[in-house]
């Protein structure tokens, strides 16, 4: 079992940067995928990006590529989301989530991830 905690986050001015970070517990980190995901008010929870076990490989929405990136540190058991050019429509709770899978492949984005944290709410003024 894994257990995920994210950090950072706030209120952000648009066009302004932030980084959200997530740490994990419990069993080995480099068994894991780790995603990013969001849930805006009266929205559905969406994917934003996700990096397979090595940190090689990542994947993102068509909406934040460019804008945001992940990144990971096995020995830290941690993983990043680096948000530049911040838009009021990024406004969401962001939640990191673990899969435990070797796979390096487009599948990452498709999972259904077995751990969550409890979210952090990143707010983008306009």
């Known amino acids: 079992q894994v257990h995920l905690v994210e950090s950072g986050g706030g209120l952000v001015q648009s066009g302004g940067s932030t980084t959200l970070t997530c740490t994990a517990s419990?069993?080995?980190?480099?068994?894991?995928?780790m995603g990013w995901f969001r849930q805006a008010p009266g929205e559905g929870r969406e994917f934003v990006t996700c990096i397979d076990w090595s940190g090689g490989h990542t994947y993102y929405r068509d909406s934040v590529k460019g804008r945001f990136t992940v990144s990971r540190d096995n020995g830290a058991k941690t993983v990043y989301l680096q948000m530049n050019s911040l838009k009021p429509e990024d406004t969401a709770v962001y939640f990191c989530?673990?899969?435990?899978?070797?796979?390096?492949?487009?599948?990452?984005?498709?999972?259904?991830?077995?751990?969550w944290g409890p979210g952090t709410q990143v707010t983008v003024s306009s």
């Open positions: 419990g069993r080995t980190f480099s068994d894991y995928a």
């Open positions: 989530a673990a899969k435990e899978t070797s796979n390096q492949g487009t599948i990452l984005t498709l999972y259904r991830y077995d751990y």
